[in-house]
């Protein structure tokens, strides 16, 4: 079952609302003593309902969910839909100018910020988590991609486990790099990271790119779990099809 209401970011959006969404297992009710561990993912308006989708396709994840009975809680938050690259700003860790979209701030610690210090405490209260690292997991796709693998590296003490989609590495690799480099990371830190064979033309140099920052990772002894999808794209529809293989990651070990 998902549940959706209003939030607010005064950090980023002011009084300006947003849908944040709830997913618990369908048995939730039935254990009353039980916690479940959490996922937290971005683009919350893509995760589960094709009439909340940008695109009118989500990544279907309640559907699987409830078909597998995962014992895991989902909690995501709409992006910011401004045409002034809202999201673009909110989903990068480091500021960047692109030739077409000109000068983008990075916000990216404001957006993580918030999450970590506002809504999981708000998450840890109104449902029964396990709230602790070994049990907080965070995901997206493309520049939510890029800000999973970024909350993985920059906010280890938090998130034990990452699930990073067609991240979009190319934002800034050289900070991408250096931050991998220079983390502090915690055992059993775990990572499932893809790229669609169909769009590894959409940047130069992606295939360097993803091979190099996997290197980099594993040097820091992160489980990595990587993968270049056969005709994968970018889009929800293909990311839909590659939740089998990063929930098996983000539960493996857990009971």
């Known amino acids: 079952m998902v549940e959706k209401w209003d939030i607010t970011i005064p950090e980023l959006t002011g009084s300006e609302t947003r849908r944040a969404y709830l997913c618990l297992p369908d048995y939730y009710d039935d254990a009353p ?7 937290y993912m971005f683009d919350g308006h893509n995760v589960f309902f094709d009439s909340d989708a940008t695109y009118g396709k989500s990544w279907g994840m309640k559907e699987f969910m409830e078909e597998h009975r995962v014992p895991l809680i989902i909690a995501a938050v709409e992006c910011n839909h401004s045409p002034d690259h809202g999201r673009l700003k909110e989903y990068s860790p480091y500021a960047f100018r692109d030739p077409q979209l000109g000068q983008i701030p990075g916000w990216g610690r404001i957006t993580m910020e918030w999450l970590i210090h506002k809504f999981k405490p708000e998450i840890d209260s109104m449902v029964r988590t396990i709230p602790d690292r070994e049990h907080t997991f965070i995901a997206g796709s493309s520049m939510g991609g890029l800000m999973s693998l970024y909350a993985l ?103």
């Open 33 to 39: 003593d039980r916690h479940y561990p959490v996922l």
């Open 153 to 255: 590296l920059e906010y280890n003490r938090y998130f034990s486990k990452a699930a990073a989609l067609s991240p979009s590495l190319w934002v800034d690799p050289d900070k991408l790099s250096d931050l991998i480099r220079h983390a502090r990371i915690h055992p059993n830190t775990t990572l499932y990271m893809d790229y669609g064979s169909k769009e590894l033309h959409n940047h130069s140099n992606m295939i360097h790119s993803f091979g190099k920052m996997v290197s980099l990772l594993m040097e820091r002894q992160i489980f990595t779990n990587c993968r270049i999808v056969p005709d994968g794209e970018h889009c929800e529809a293909s990311w839909e099809r590659q939740i089998p293989f990063f929930m098996k990651t983000l539960m493996y070990g857990q009971s």
